[in-house]
């Protein structure tokens, strides 16, 4: 698979990550933890070299997964983690938390989980109100001074945050929800990032499943699938916003691939520091997947993409209220 870099200080990953999120949560009844494994090395086996999980996914467990199943290819695979949230003492999120008292010892519990020595890239998962970015930052510095993480990362921070974080310690990637269906970060989140020379991770790059052309309004969402409790996944959304996967279904069409397909190739097409980290629990969706990273799309398929995009007005908010006041903005 090729490679991109993200930020100038030289992360090299596969054109494709591999989010691991939905091994353990949100997606429906998570994997049993050899079945995650095989996913997981499964996605080594494709070529993709950059895996993403966080303390807060299970909690704690997809991190020890993920650590298990790279284990054998520590020296060949970049893993990214994120810290922001705080605990009870069952192990249950009870808000944000970026002290930075706090976040070194969420550093170590995430090393002592994935079992590595260092983290290649270390990412505040939400913009802590309560801590002066400034201070978050200085405190990844001393982390990255003693060795215990390599590389700098935000999670949907917006253009003054990333600024202010860059100009303390030097901000390798943002990651933040980019697709056809939720085009935002276009208009001031890209061009800042271009400008500092960091990388982009887009998450839920196929529109959590929706731009894969397999969910349709009568798709019944489980009570373990947080999709049931999104806007954007009501049954009104789902209809008003086919339209941008029939559009994708129909360019697909032509060029001998699937809807999921032509989504990732044109984030792949926007920049060359663009890295999309699609998830599945499915070996089979993996393979559709990784093979996007072969797809070329033409002028003409990029434009035909954009122009009709455009006019399609998408339905529905991306996240309940509760997270969506999460969001920096």
């Given at each position: ?7 100038t ?5 596969s054109?494709l990550?591999?989010?691991?999120m ?14 995650g ?9 494709r070529?993709v070299?950059?895996?993403?999980t966080?303390e807060v996914y299970?909690p704690?467990?997809n991190?020890?997964?993920v ?10 695979v970049?893993?990214?983690t994120?810290?922001?949230?705080a605990?009870d003492a ?18 170590d519990g ?7 020595e260092v ?7 939400r913009v ?5 970015i400034?201070?978050?930052?200085g ?5 990255i001074a003693?060795?215990?993480v390599?590389?700098?990362?935000l999670?949907?921070?917006?253009v ?22 939720w ?5 001031e989140i890209?061009?800042?990032?271009e400008e500092l020379?960091?990388?982009?991770v887009p998450?839920?790059?196929l529109g959590?499943?929706f ?6 309004p ?8 947080f999709?049931a409790?999104?806007?954007r996944?009501a ?13 994708l ?5 032509r060029?001998?691939?699937t ?6 190739a044109?984030?792949l ?20 997947n ?9 002028t003409?398929?990029l ?5 009709a ?5 998408i ?10 006041r999460?969001?920096?903005?």
């Amino acid at each position: 698979m090729d490679q991109r870099t993200l930020g100038t200080t030289g992360l090299e990953v596969s054109c494709l990550g591999f989010g691991c999120m939905g091994l353990s949560q949100s997606y429906g009844t998570p994997l049993g933890r050899d079945e995650g494994i095989a996913v997981v090395r499964a996605a080594v086996d494709r070529g993709v070299t950059f895996f993403d999980t966080a303390e807060v996914y299970g909690p704690f467990v997809n991190e020890e997964l993920v650590g298990q199943a790279l284990a054998p290819v520590r020296d060949q695979v970049v893993i990214a983690t994120k810290f922001g949230f705080a605990f009870d003492a069952d192990g249950r999120q009870t808000g944000l938390s970026s002290h930075p008292e706090h976040l070194r010892q969420a550093v170590d519990g995430s090393l002592q989980r994935l079992g590595v020595e260092v983290i290649d890239l270390l990412y505040q998962h939400r913009v802590d109100p309560a801590v002066p970015i400034e201070d978050v930052a200085g405190a990844v510095k001393e982390l990255i001074a003693a060795g215990k993480v390599k590389h700098f990362g935000l999670s949907e921070a917006g253009v003054g945050t990333i600024r202010r974080a860059h100009a303390v310690q030097p901000v390798t990637a943002l990651q933040s929800e980019y697709s056809l269906w939720w085009r935002e970060p276009e208009a001031e989140i890209l061009p800042t990032l271009e400008e500092l020379g960091i990388g982009f991770v887009p998450f839920s790059p196929l529109g959590k499943g929706f731009l894969t052309g397999t969910i349709d309004p009568g798709t019944a969402f489980g009570s373990t699938d947080f999709r049931a409790s999104i806007p954007r996944f009501a049954v009104e959304a789902r209809q008003a916003n086919q339209a941008l996967v029939d559009l994708l279904t129909g360019i697909a069409a032509r060029r001998n691939a699937t809807p999921g397909q032509i989504a990732l190739a044109w984030l792949l097409a926007r920049k060359p520091w663009i890295v999309p980290i699609p998830g599945t629990k499915r070996i089979e969706r993996l393979d559709e997947n990784t093979a996007a990273a072969d797809l070329d799309l033409t002028t003409d398929d990029l434009r035909e993409i954009e122009a009709a995009a455009d006019r399609i007005d998408i339905q529905g908010a991306r996240y309940p209220e509760h997270l969506e006041r999460m969001i920096d903005r």
